[in-house]
């Protein structure tokens, strides 16, 4: 009998799973892709907005504007990516500059700090490409940018150096009630517990509604991007976005924690909620409107991958977080934007309900701190002369264009909730990530995942179930 | 103990190789190559098809056997050089950092430096075709790798994207090892392949050759199901309404090579118009001291000119170099 | 009977129509003999190169495919078969690049060689 167990292995469910495992509680994450952070958490916009947008008095709010403040926190125990970068929204006329003060009145409201209005030269001084015509912008310095799918793993890998468990690659597909507990029955096994967890993402209405009548809905969105070389860095210094517009939200630009310039999104409501890809007509937009906040054009040219991501808009437009009417069932129901903000402080508030609501006191032997994870493209020479002294894999480069060692890659697949597959060993230390896409280190990934785990070649994967990437000997 | 050495390449691939043997000739004798992979040769290791050395030596080789040609001259004039070490970074005033898996980390300072990087693939990526990003969907050379290197298929039902020398050379290689080559889809109206080529590695197998010819979606989940091709307009747009669905589980994409010139960017050598980086007559680039050949500075068709362009580039670094300047 | 074949002597690539008339074989359309000779070749008896890889037994080398052609072109029809035979063949000896890998390989009258060392 577990204490809880926690459905959903995104961000929100990891960071959960993290905060729960600094108490005396039983603790498991059931996640049914291969791997965790594999749905929303996986394609966003990877900001930790400041929390300026969400209207007072919402869970969004609320968790969005603590979210942002632990971030600097967690990202240093965990020892994931997370940058402080001020957000600009930009003003292009006096209807926009209102847009602008109602956004940083909104932001005082829900008690955003450091939060200003730019002037057009202040502007220019920020950014100095930004378009002549733009008349100011309101300047939220408390944002970030991080990697989400390295804040949710590295928080289900510090929960399980604290005992708890993981258990990837199984569905759920119902839940009972029984007696004070619940059972929670997977497409192959059925697991009992005192308390579940929904944070399901684009799915948490389903799962909801596996034990109550239905009060909400989930409706899928897809949102498209473009990733721009690391030649384009410079160009923007803040995560710019635009003022929406009759003719809807406008794409951002900003930079990512990788060195590349993100671009995006569009936005869409589609039918699978699995099934993320992009369209000619989505990407078509996010290129005619890339970065029109800039002087010159976006070179959209030095792009390097275009993706889609899933994100789970809620039919109540706020955050479903907290307890549920069913005694001993919890809920991050409908955590759309900002999400990615919110995750470590819906995590630390479900974790202390739900810790209080079980009488569960705090482990005396809880580590925050997850061992570092070496990265050898960010280390100073003298770091790099002493990691390649202990151990000649840092030295040996497999990802050229990220220069990531083979020596991140079998740290990846060996540490907790590690690296099983060629997209997993991606997320975790980048190898991939860079102009090549893989072209030339992919065969040497799959090599050492083959190696590592003890498997043949042509059974490593790329990512879920069936996506094996080769398919048998020549000869 | 690595000592610095007066010409420092960068890059044991055939342009490399050709650079330290003609400077070597030229009067330099203290010359040293940074490979990152664990061999010389560069890609030509895994291109065993022939087609290879008709200008250099008057015979038709094979890439293992021309990269072995050279690597026999490597060790008949001794030219040191280290595998396993990538280059991090260039500095305007000649400083390279390295990383040698038996060196350690290595600061050196050569007199010049000759850029023989060679270049990549354009990626799926890159070329921004919708639908979803299963596996499955991989370029040319990354199949070649898998197939004659590894020994493994990337896939059994095949649709490639490009007729680039490297998609119709793996059209045949794969057709030969029992892989269904569906057809070859070429964005223009003419492919960009060497006749001969489209003559052995095609119409020799009966697979189609579709001009003016796209990927227009990409299908599949976890694996790549198949794809829909569509003509395109005098834009290169596809037109959809005149688009089929081919069932298959690999897409291979030949869809043109870039020079690997970002290590040399960073240092502030200039980039020409095509991608690759800017050399005057001497094919020295605007840093003094730093030469280029090869694919970095231009994609060659035969790797026999890249070969010449790497002598060239020794020459004129090691006339450099003794000029004192 | 008549074939179109395109030249791959040189880059230029001529279309050269090639029909035959009883005994005789009519070619038109190559730009030089060279062309007329290839045509001629490619229409009674077209031949090509052959390369593939063999496997290489366990401890013989880091090398586990050897990159293997054949000595000198083979009829076009017994590509196929080459293909087969290599995915049979293993190398059990330390081989140098030039050596040979099958002798006379399908009696084809050509060897196939190594295209590396070992």
Redesign the interface.
């Known amino acids: 009998m577990e204490d809880v167990i926690i459905i959903g292995g995104g961000v929100i469910g990891c960071m959960t799973m993290r905060y729960l495992s600094a108490y005396k509680l039983k603790v498991s994450l059931i996640e049914s892709h291969s791997d965790l952070a594999s749905g929303a958490t996986m394609a966003n916009s990877a900001i930790v907005h400041a929390g300026y947008d969400p209207v007072p008095g919402t869970q969004k709010a609320y968790f969005n504007v603590r979210g942002a403040e632990l971030y600097k926190t967690v990202s240093r125990e965990l020892d994931f990516l997370y940058k402080p970068l001020a957000s600009l929204v930009v003003a292009f006329n006096g209807d926009e500059m209102e847009h602008v003060e109602k956004l940083y009145h909104r932001g005082l409201e829900n008690g955003v700090p450091d939060l200003h209005i730019a002037n057009q030269a202040e502007l220019r001084e920020l950014e100095p490409n930004i378009s002549p015509e733009a008349k100011g912008a309101l300047v939220a310095a408390s944002a970030g940018i991080t990697e989400p799918w390295g804040a949710a793993i590295s928080a289900a890998e510090n929960a399980m150096d604290n005992g708890a468990g993981l258990i990837l690659g199984e569905k759920v597909i119902g839940i009972e009630k029984i007696g004070e507990g619940f059972v929670v029955r997977t497409d192959k096994k059925e697991y009992k517990a005192r308390t579940v967890v929904n944070a399901a993402g684009v799915y948490s209405d389903k799962i909801h509604d596996m034990l109550l009548p239905p009060a909400f809905t989930i409706t899928p969105r897809l949102g498209q991007y473009?990733?721009l070389d690391r030649?384009t860095v410079g160009l923007v210094n803040h995560t710019l976005f635009a003022c929406p517009s009759k003719v809807g939200k406008g794409v951002l630009v900003s930079p990512s924690v990788h060195d590349k310039l993100l671009v995006g999104p569009d936005a869409k409501v589609v039918a699978d909620r699995?099934?993320?890809?992009?369209?000619?007509e989505g990407?078509a937009f996010v290129r005619e409107n890339a970065g029109r906040f800039l002087k010159d054009p976006l070179p959209m040219n030095l792009?390097?991958?275009?993706?889609a991501g899933i994100r789970p808009t809620p039919s109540t437009d706020d955050f479903m977080v907290g307890k549920t009417e069913m005694p001993g069932f919890y809920q991050a129901a409908g955590v759309e934007s900002p999400g990615l903000a919110s995750a470590p402080a819906i995590g630390s508030y479900l974790a202390d309900e739900i810790a209080r609501d079980l009488g569960a006191e705090k482990k005396s032997d809880f580590n925050p701190i997850r061992r570092p994870q070496i990265r050898l493209n960010r280390l100073s020479?003298a770091e790099?002369?002493e990691w390649?002294?202990r151990d000649?894999?840092?030295?040996?480069?497999v990802c050229?264009c990220e220069?990531v060692s083979e020596a991140e890659i079998v740290d990846a697949i060996h540490r907790n909730a590690g690296a099983t597959t060629v997209k997993g060993v991606k997320k975790r230390v980048g190898a991939g990530f860079g102009?090549?896409?893989?072209?030339?280190c992919?065969?040497v990934v799959?090599?050492i995942l083959a190696r590592e785990l003890g498997i043949p070649?042509?059974q490593v994967?790329?990512?879920?179930?069936?996506?094996?990437?080769?398919?048998?000997?020549?000869? | 103990m690595v000592k610095n050495p007066e010409l420092l390449i960068v890059g044991g691939g055939s342009a490399g190789m050709a650079a330290a043997l003609s400077a070597r000739k030229s009067g330099i004798q203290d010359i040293l190559i940074l490979e990152?992979d664990p061999y010389l040769g560069g890609v030509l290791r895994q291109c065993i098809h022939t087609g290879f050395g008709l200008q250099t030596f008057g015979e038709d080789l094979t890439g293992p056997e021309y990269a072995g040609r050279y690597q026999d001259m490597m060790e008949e004039e001794k030219i040191p050089y280290l595998l396993?070490t990538?280059v991090?970074e260039i500095l305007p005033d000649l400083t390279v950092?390295a990383?040698?898996?038996?060196e350690?980390?290595l600061e050196l300072h050569p007199k010049a430096i000759v850029a023989a990087t060679g270049c990549?693939?354009r990626?799926?990526?890159?070329i921004?075709i919708?639908?979803?990003?299963?596996?499955?969907v991989?370029?040319a050379?990354?199949a070649q790798?898998?197939?004659n290197?590894?020994?493994?298929?990337?896939?059994?039902e095949v649709v490639i994207l490009g007729s680039g020398d490297i998609g119709l050379i793996m059209a045949r290689r794969l057709t030969l090892?029992g892989a269904h080559v569906k057809c070859v889809a070429e964005l223009m109206p003419k492919s960009g392949g060497l006749t001969r080529n489209i003559v052995q590695c095609l119409e020799d197998f009966d697979i189609p050759l579709l001009l003016s010819t796209t990927v227009?979606?990409?299908h599949g989940?976890?694996?790549v199901t198949g794809v829909t091709l569509a003509p395109v307009d005098e834009n290169l747009k596809?037109i959809l309404e005149k688009s089929w669905y081919v069932a298959c589980?690999t897409l291979l994409l030949s869809v043109g090579l870039v020079p690997e010139t970002?290590l040399f960017?960073a240092a502030g050598a200039e980039i020409e118009r095509g991608n690759g980086l800017k050399v005057d007559e001497k094919l020295m680039t605007s840093i003094p001291g730093l030469f280029g050949c090869g694919n970095v500075v231009k994609v060659h068709d035969l790797v026999d000119r890249v070969s010449r362009q790497g002598e060239l580039a020794g020459r004129y670094a090691a006339e450099y170099i003794l000029g004192g300047k | 009977m008549e074939k179109k074949i395109t030249c791959t002597v040189c880059p230029r690539g001529c279309t050269i129509l090639a029909i035959r008339e009883g005994e005789k074989l009519k070619l038109t359309g190559a730009a030089c003999p060279r062309g007329e000779a290839y045509a001629r070749e490619e229409f009674t008896d077209p031949k090509r190169m052959f390369t593939s890889?063999?496997?290489v037994a366990e401890g013989i080398s880091e090398i586990t495919?050897l990159p293997v052609k054949s000595a000198g072109p083979v009829p076009k029809r017994i590509l196929f078969d080459l293909a087969e035979l290599?995915?049979e063949v293993m190398v059990t000896e330390t081989l140098k690049r030039g050596d040979v890998v099958v002798q006379n390989a399908l009696g084809c009258g050509v060897d196939l060689i190594a295209g590396a060392n070992l």
């Open positions: 473009y990733l030649k699995d099934l993320t890809m992009t369209d000619a990407l792009n390097i991958r275009t993706f020479e790099k002369r390649i002294g000649s894999r840092y030295a040996s480069i050229k220069k102009r090549c896409q893989g072209g030339f992919q065969p799959v090599n070649k042509d994967k790329y990512d879920d179930e069936g996506s094996e990437i080769l398919v048998g000997k020549v000869k | 990152t396993n990538p991090l950092l990383i040698s898996r038996t350690g980390y990549r693939e990626s799926a990526g890159t921004a919708p639908g979803t990003r299963p596996a499955g991989l370029t050379g990354t790798r898998y197939i290197i590894e020994g493994y298929h990337a896939g059994r090892e227009a979606e990409i989940k976890e694996r596809p589980d970002e960017s | 890889t063999v496997r495919l290599c995915r």
